[in-house]
């Protein structure tokens, strides 16, 4: 809901509240949000309840700049490590990126870049790379939901997202981090153009 901004940023809520809106107990809901905090998507407001945070064009630039790091270290890891079942699962996935992307599936597309994503970090087989890396594709998911409409490129970021899902699959280790460098260009680039437009606008 935060991802597809039905909960809008900026909104203020509490933790009863949300519990009410998403239908589950306030115990979860807290479990929830401390994690949520702990990736950047939530603020926790002492004695005023928790805010959605903004996004910020300037903030997703300094996630990419991370990114792009992580990125090329899980792909190469995860190209050289990766198991033969999840080498399936990850072909099978990218299929389904390219096939949300050329359909314009927005929702599906997103959920299949996080499955991607979610199987590439965990044949890399290092876990403080995974935990690192899982705040920054939530926040970069946001920010991509936000924009599509502006952008109008689902089909060629959904090339780019299944074609270095492919090069791990092949365990191609130079192929998934020249790949994952040339998702992460186009990735700058468009945030890039948004943050341009933003400045001409003021």
Known sequence: MIVTLQLAPGSHWSEEGLADEIGIGRTPVREAVKRLQAD???????????MITEISVHDQLLVIEFR???EAFISRRAALRINTSDRELLAMAAREIDSAGVKGNLEKYLREVFNANRLIAKAAGNPYAARSISPLHALSRRFYYRYERDLQNLRAMGKLHADRARAVVDQDEALAVEKANALL????NYTRRIFNLSVAAI
Do not use: A, F, K, T
């Open 40 to 50: 950047y998507l939530v603020s926790i407001l002492p004695r005023h309840g928790l």
């Open 68 to 70: 792009r790091e992580l």
């Open 185 to 188: 260009d186009q990735i700058e």
